[in-house]
Every structure is written in C-alpha cells, then in structure tokens.
C-alpha cells in the first residue's frame, strides 16, 4: 500500500521531474514513462509507468510496465536499459512514444526499436484508452542466427490501489484485469508463454522476481484465475531471427475497452503470423 501511496502522492503533484523519462496523450488518455531501469542487471524492479483514460491525474491504472531479454549463453534476464554504450535514444511526441537501441546491452548482438501508440477510444469521454507496444529486435550479425528471448511485463493497480484486482484469462494470451467499475486487458499476440502473480519483491518465482534475478527463467502459463490481489503479468516471446533478420512483436494495454489493436493493425500483423520474421536489406 505504501508504494502506491507514494506514486499517487507524485503523480497528483505533477512535478515536472516526475515525469522525466517522457509523456504521451490522445484526447482525454495519457501513458507515461516516469522512470526506466538504468542499468540492464538492475534489481531494483521495472519502470514506473502511468496509464489513465481520463485527463485527471486520480485516473492512473497503472503502476509500471517493462520489456526483459535473453541472449544466447546469459545466465539471467536483462532489461532493456538507459545505460551507456547502447546507442539509446527516446523521444515522446503527440501520441507516439520511441525508444531505441542501436545496440543493446553493448554486447554487438542486436539492436532495438519500442514504439508506444496511445488512442482515446471514446473521443471526449474519460472511461477508454488503449495502448499498442510495438518491439522489432535486429540481428546485428549478417552470417549467423541469433536466438532470444522477449519479455514484457505489467503492472496494474486498476482504480489505483494495489490489492484489489481480480484477473483471468479471456483468450489465449490474452489478460483481463479488473476491480470495481473498471475493466482493464494485458495483451501479448502470439507469446510463447505467460504468467501472474501477486506483487513481490521477495517471493520466489514470482513473476516481478523473474524479470530481475540472477536467474535463467521461463514463464510457466500459471496463475490465472486469481483475485483479489496485486496484479503482475508477463508474456514471453522465443524468436530466432536469421542473419540480419528482424522480428516484431506486440504488446497491448487498455481501459474499459479490447486491447486487441483495430482490424487494419491486425491485418498488418496477420502477413508475418502476428510475430513477422523477415530479412533486413
């Protein structure tokens, strides 16, 4: 409780160095990064994030969301970072967040584009919003295959308090999480596999410990349903990109509405399975 008391605290200040990574906002909807792992072993947990359908700052959804992976002979998860030597660039305009790595965690292996869309789902109403993750990782190598691994994981506090959600699985990997009044989804197209647990920073094999230990680790498709609790989930993405291959992967995020991106979106997805492998020129 204490942490979202504090978040809340912020986030009703508006200061403007709370929201120091970035902000982007459709209609009445907002999503934001206020904080980004520096480091791509840190332990201290994933990236604050904010998420709300309504222009007022008590509307957040969300407490934070993130992306992990795995390289070829790793001992752990790594995250994707802020840290120097990655060639790493952000910029948030209008309705478009981007984040980018020419290469990512330094190790010559693979670079990185994260792109967020925000839409307003019901124009100048407060109840709707939906954000689309869009990940396309390169292999850096024109001569060799590369296998990795992707993880995105979410971190929802619906109406804002930290133990009151109630979660299921509504289709294949595809999340509903909910309390109240408010309904929210955790959708991840095409993920390899899937887990929930309730919010820990020391519980063991629980999906936040995961993301950050010193530890190879696959999510196991458990913990579905459940509630009340705090809600953390995660998707993981096996790829095999070829030489000089790219792989794109999504990652969906809403309130009150489908987190399944509009029928033009999906048919683009469609063209490559939804996971579209494909060779860089």
Do not use: C
């Not at 504090?6 to 200040?13: D, H, I, R």
């Not at 680790?217 to 790829?239: I, R, V």
């Amino acid at each position: 409780m204490l942490r979202k008391l504090l978040v809340v605290a912020l986030v009703l200040g508006m200061a403007s160095s709370v929201f120091a990574q970035g902000n982007i906002t459709a209609g009445n909807a907002w999503f934001r990064f206020t904080t980004i792992p520096t480091s791509s072993t840190s332990t201290t947990g994933t990236s604050s994030a904010h998420f709300s359908a309504s222009a007022s700052a008590s509307g957040d959804q969300m407490f934070g969301t993130w992306w992990w992976f795995r390289l070829p002979g790793a001992t752990r998860e790594s995250s994707f970072s802020s840290a120097a030597g990655q060639g790493f660039s952000q910029t948030y305009v209008g309705d478009i967040a981007t984040l980018s790595w020419t290469n990512v965690a330094g190790a010559g292996l693979m670079s990185a584009t994260l792109r967020y869309d925000i839409d307003d789902m019901d124009g100048a109403g407060t109840t709707m919003a939906r954000v689309t993750a869009t990940m396309v990782v390169t292999n850096l190598s024109t001569v060799a295959p590369l296998a990795v691994s992707l993880f995105n994981y979410a971190d929802y506090d619906v109406l804002g308090t930290a133990s009151g959600d109630s979660a299921v699985l509504l289709a294949t990997n595809r999340m509903g999480i909910s309390e109240g009044a408010i309904s929210t989804e955790f959708f991840g197209p095409n993920a390899n596999a899937w887990e929930v647990d309730p919010w820990s920073t020391t519980a063991a094999g629980a999906v936040r410990v995961r993301m950050v230990d010193a530890l190879v680790d696959n999510l196991d498709n458990t913990g579905l349903p459940q509630g009340p609790f705090d809600f953390t989930g995660a998707y993981q993405w096996n790829l095999n990109l070829a030489p000089g291959g790219s792989a794109t992967v999504y990652g969906g995020l809403s309130i009150n509405t489908s987190a399944i991106p509009e029928p033009t979106t999906m048919a683009l997805l469609a063209l490559g399975g939804l996971v579209a492998i494909r060779r860089r020129r």
